[in-house]
């Protein structure tokens, strides 16, 4: 099971032995076994060659961490079960 993706063939398309070596240093944005979801730290949409952004730069470096609606709504009915920090 778990992530094909990880670590290899959900790079940004970096070429030759610096896009290598860079892809090396940090993980692949996306995930899953047809590379179809972002990364946790990462927001977007990464179905269709679509692309993940990291929550800082999406947030405009105003938080670190992206969390979903559903996940927001879930820590607001139970904030003990469901910590945001």
Known sequence: GGGGCLGQGCGAGRGGAAGQAA?????????????????????????AGGSCRPCRSFCRHNAAVCISREEYERARRDPARFPLE
């Open 23 to 47: 892809a090396r240093a940090e993980p692949a944005p996306r995930q899953g076994p047809q590379c179809e979801r972002c990364r946790p730290l990462f927001v977007g949409s990464a179905r």
